[in-house]
């Protein structure tokens, strides 16, 4: 199993996943098939053997079918019997209440701690 990185494109956001457990999703998310987008990050994260997961989310924008992709690797993560402790760290752009919610929403259903951190719109993971 070899770490996984996808550059982003306009409707894409990066994917940098890695084999010790850290997995950083940035950028924009709204391509036109997501289920095809996120279908190989599925893959990978079943495979994936790490004890603990760190998972940093940093979407400036996430469309319907996106949001359901994300939510669905995230329990993918949660619930694999091998992986002892998820921490997702959820990052919102300073003022983007939308943002926020999204991730406390996925925090009342994803069994995990979830870190809500605000930043300045020019900062990156």
Request: charged share 30%; glycine share 4%.
């Amino acid at each position: 199993m070899e770490d996984l990185f996808i550059n982003s494109t306009a409707s894409t956001p990066v994917v940098d996943f890695k084999i010790c457990g850290e997995i950083n999703l940035e950028g924009r998310s709204l391509p036109e098939d997501s289920v095809r987008f996120y279908q190989p990050l599925f893959e990978w994260t079943k495979k994936l053997k790490a004890e603990n997961v760190a998972v940093n989310i940093k979407l400036e924008y996430i469309n319907t079918s996106s949001s359901k992709q994300i939510l669905t690797l995230l329990k993918i993560l949660t619930e694999k019997d091998d992986i002892k402790q998820v921490n997702i760290n959820w990052y919102y752009e300073e003022g983007d209440l939308d943002g926020l919610e999204t991730g406390e929403h996925y925090s009342t259903i994803i069994d995990a701690p979830f870190k809500f951190i605000e930043y300045a719109e020019t900062e990156t993971l």
